[in-house]
C-alpha cells in the first residue's frame, strides 16, 4: 500500500527589528531600545531591551535600527498617482495610451512608496487602469503603496469633468460618471461602484487647475451630495468632496460627507459643521505651495487657471490655522500629483510652519488616516496583530519635522523595500 506523506508546511517568516527610539502610536510616548518581532507580514510582539533575533527565532532575519527613529508607515489621504502637472500635459493626454500612462503610474507608486508612505487614497484619474494599479501592487506584481481608489462622479461643466479641448475631444474624454440631478447622480454613483470604486470622490465647488473661469464657488448642488452621499453610504463606500468655497463645503458637510479636501475658505459655520459630523480636513497645503510657485514662475499656466492659484494658493495656510486651532480633525493629504511624487513629506513641514504641532502632523499621517479609511483594526499604529507598515529615519521628526523628507528605511507588509 503506498503511504501518503504529510503535506509540508512552510516555516513562518520571521524577521526582528531593533529599534532605537520607537513611536508605537503617534500621540504617545516615544520608547527607546525595542525589540519588534514580525511574522509574516504582521507584529507578533514588541518588547524593552534588544533581543538577540536567534532567541526568537533561530531562521529569523535581523534588522538593525538601533541608531534610527522608527514609526508607523506614513499615509496620504489625497494623492493623483496617474499623473504630474506641468507645461506637457496637455499633450501627453492626447499622445499617452491608456497603457503607458498605466506604466508611468507604476513609477510614481514606487517613489512614493519609496519616500516611506505604505498606504494612499488615490482621489481620481482613468478609472480602470488606477484600479488595475491598485490590485497590482495588492498581487505584489509591482512595488507601490496600499492604494485606496476613487471613482469620481461629477456634474456636467464642473471641477472634475473636462475642459480646455476642442468640442470633439471634450465629448470623447468626458466621464462617463457625469451626472445632472438627484436622480442621475444616484445612477453615476452606483455606477462608479460597481466598476470598482473604494471611494467617492466629488467636486461641490470649482476648482484651481480646471482650465475654465468658473471660479471657485459651489457648483454641485445641494441635493446632488445629499443623493451621493446617501447611495456610496448605503453601498458601504465613504465620499470625499473636493471643496475650496465656503458654501460647497458646508453644503457637502450638511451632507454628510466624510472628508474635505482642500477646504480653503473654511468659516465659522464650516468648523462648527466639521466638529458636528465628525468628517476630516485633507489640507493639501503642498498643492497649494506648489501652484503659487508655478503661477509666479510658470509660463504655461492660462490666464484663469493663474489667477485661481495665486489667490487660493496663498490663502490657504491661514484657512488651515484656523480649522486646526479650533479642533476640526486633520488627516495629511497633499495632492501630489500637483506637486512632485515622492516630495509628499514636505507637506509636514507646510503644516508645522502654519502651526501644527509636529505629534498632530504625525497623527494626522498615521492614526486619523487609518481612522479616515476605515483601517484602524490593521493600520495606522504599531502593535502587535497590525500589518508590519514600519519606516525608519535618522532623527526624531518630533524634533524637527523635515526628518520626515529623509526616511531611510522603509518596510510595507512585512516586506523590506528600501534599508538603511
Not at 54 to 64: H, L, P, R, S
Amino acid at each position: 500500500m503506498m503511504s501518503v506523506l504529510p503535506l509540508s508546511i512552510q516555516a513562518a517568516d520571521i524577521k526582528v527589528i531593533h529599534a532605537g527610539e520607537l513611536l508605537t502610536v503617534p500621540g504617545k510616548t516615544v520608547l527607546k531600545n525595542q525589540t519588534i518581532t514580525i511574522t509574516d507580514n504582521k507584529i507578533s510582539n514588541i518588547q524593552q531591551g534588544f533581543i538577540r533575533a536567534k532567541e526568537i527565532d533561530e531562521n529569523a532575519t535581523f534588522i538593525d535600527l538601533k541608531d534610527s527613529f522608527v514609526m508607523p508607515g506614513l499615509m496620504d489621504m489625497h494623492v493623483h498617482l496617474q499623473f504630474e502637472y506641468g507645461a506637457n500635459n496637455a499633450s501627453s493626454k492626447l499622445k499617452m495610451s491608456d497603457e503607458e500612462m498605466a506604466m508611468q503610474s507604476v513609477s510614481f507608486a514606487k517613489k512614493t512608496l519609496m519616500a516611506g508612505f505604505t498606504t494612499v487614497r488615490d482621489l481620481g484619474g482613468n478609472p480602470q487602469p488606477l484600479y488595475a494599479l491598485r490590485e497590482g501592487i495588492n498581487k505584489e506584481w509591482i512595488d507601490g503603496p496600499r492604494i485606496i481608489a476613487a471613482g469620481r462622479v461629477s456634474v456636467t461643466g464642473g471641477h472634475l469633468d473636462v475642459d480646455g479641448m476642442r468640442h470633439d475631444l471634450i465629448e470623447k474624454y468626458s466621464p462617463d460618471t457625469l451626472c445632472d440631478g438627484a436622480s442621475d447622480c444616484r445612477k453615476a454613483t452606483r455606477k462608479a461602484v460597481k466598476y470598482g470604486a473604494d471611494v467617492i470622490k466629488i467636486a461641490s465647488t470649482g476648482g484651481v487647475l480646471s482650465d475654465t473661469n468658473t471660479g471657485t464657488g459651489q457648483q454641485m448642488a445641494d441635493d446632488e451630495i445629499k443623493e451621493i452621499v446617501d447611495t456610496a453610504h448605503a453601498l458601504g463606500r465613504k465620499v470625499a468632496s473636493h471643496a475650496h468655497a465656503a458654501s460647497g463645503i458646508n453644503a457637502a458637510l450638511r451632507a454628510g460627507v466624510d472628508s474635505i479636501e482642500h477646504g480653503s475658505y473654511a468659516d465659522e459655520d464650516s468648523i462648527t459643521l466639521f466638529k458636528y459630523s465628525g468628517a476630516y480636513l485633507v489640507p493639501t497645503l503642498l498643492a497649494g505651495d506648489t501652484v503659487v510657485k508655478m503661477a509666479n514662475t510658470s509660463e504655461f499656466m492660462s490666464e484663469a487657471v493663474k489667477s485661481k492659484a495665486i489667490r487660493v494658493g496663498s490663502d490657504m495656510l491661514k484657512n488651515f490655522a484656523r480649522a486646526y486651532q479650533a479642533g476640526v480633525k486633520i488627516a495629511f493629504g497633499t495632492d501630489s500629483g500637483v506637486s512632485r511624487h515622492g516630495t509628499n513629506a514636505h507637506e509636514a513641514v507646510l503644516m508645522f510652519n502654519a502651526g501644527m504641532a509636529p505629534m498632530d502632523i504625525l497623527k494626522s499621517a498615521t492614526v486619523n488616516a487609518a481612522d479616515l479609511i476605515d483601517k484602524t483594526a490593521t493600520l495606522g499604529t504599531l502593535e502587535k496583530g497590525k500589518f508590519a507598515d514600519i519606516i525608519a529615519m535618522d532623527e526624531n521628526p518630533l524634533q524637527d519635522i523635515s526628518q520626515l523628507e529623509k526616511v531611510e528605511f522603509v518596510m510595507k507588509n512585512g516586506t523590506v523595500f528600501k534599508n538603511l
